[in-house]
C-alpha cells in the first residue's frame, strides 16, 4: 500500500492537533504535514518539489494569506492543481461554500469539536478520494457523500 501524504494547512494550534491525531489513529503510516503560517505553507508547495501531497486540507480563515487566496494559488501550481483540496473551516456559510466550490476546493468540511468526530470525518475523506488505500476503513455509520458538491442552482 502506498503512504498517503496529507497537508493540513490551519492557524488554530487545537486543529491542528485533532487532525493529527485523528489522522495517526485511523493509520500510523500517512505521512502529515502541518503548517499553521498559511504564507510559508504557499512557499513549502511552490518551492518543494518532493512534497506531492495526496490531499491537502485548507483552513478559510488564517491571517497573512486566506483560504480562498491559497486555494487560488494552489489551483495555479501546476504539481498541485490536481491535488484535491479539503476546505476544513468553521464556516458553514453557503457562500463560502460556493466561492471555494468555484475556485476548485473538491470537498468542504465544517470543523468537527472532538478527535473522534475529526477521525469520523478525515476517514470520510480518505476513503472518497483515495479509494485504493483507504477504501475500507471499517468506519461504523458512514453515511458518504459530500457536505456541499457544487454551486446551488
Known amino acids: 500500500?502506498?503512504?498517503?501524504?496529507l497537508l493540513f494547512i490551519d492557524d488554530d494550534e487545537e486543529d491542528l492537533s485533532f487532525f493529527y491525531?485523528?489522522?495517526k489513529d485511523i493509520d500510523r503510516s500517512i505521512h502529515c504535514f502541518l503548517h499553521k503560517d498559511s504564507q510559508s505553507a504557499m512557499q513549502l508547495l511552490e518551492q518543494d518539489l518532493a512534497l506531492r501531497p495526496d490531499l491537502i486540507f485548507l483552513d478559510l480563515n488564517m491571517p497573512k494569506l486566506s483560504g480562498?487566496?491559497?486555494?487560488t494559488m494552489i489551483k495555479k501550481m501546476t504539481r498541485h492543481k490536481n491535488t484535491p483540496v479539503i476546505i476544513?473551516?468553521?464556516s458553514s456559510s453557503e457562500k463560502d461554500m460556493d466561492d471555494t466550490w468555484e475556485l476548485g476546493a473538491s470537498y468542504y468540511m465544517t470543523k468537527p469539536p472532538t478527535v473522534g468526530d475529526w477521525k469520523f470525518e478525515v476517514s470520510e475523506v480518505l476513503s472518497a478520494f483515495l479509494k485504493d488505500e483507504f477504501g475500507q476503513l471499517g468506519v461504523d455509520g458512514m453515511t458518504g457523500g459530500f457536505h456541499h458538491s457544487g454551486p446551488s442552482a
Open 1 to 5: 500500500m502506498k503512504n498517503a501524504t
Open 21 to 23: 491525531q485523528a489522522v
Open 68 to 71: 480562498k487566496h491559497c486555494l
Open 88 to 90: 476544513c473551516t468553521t
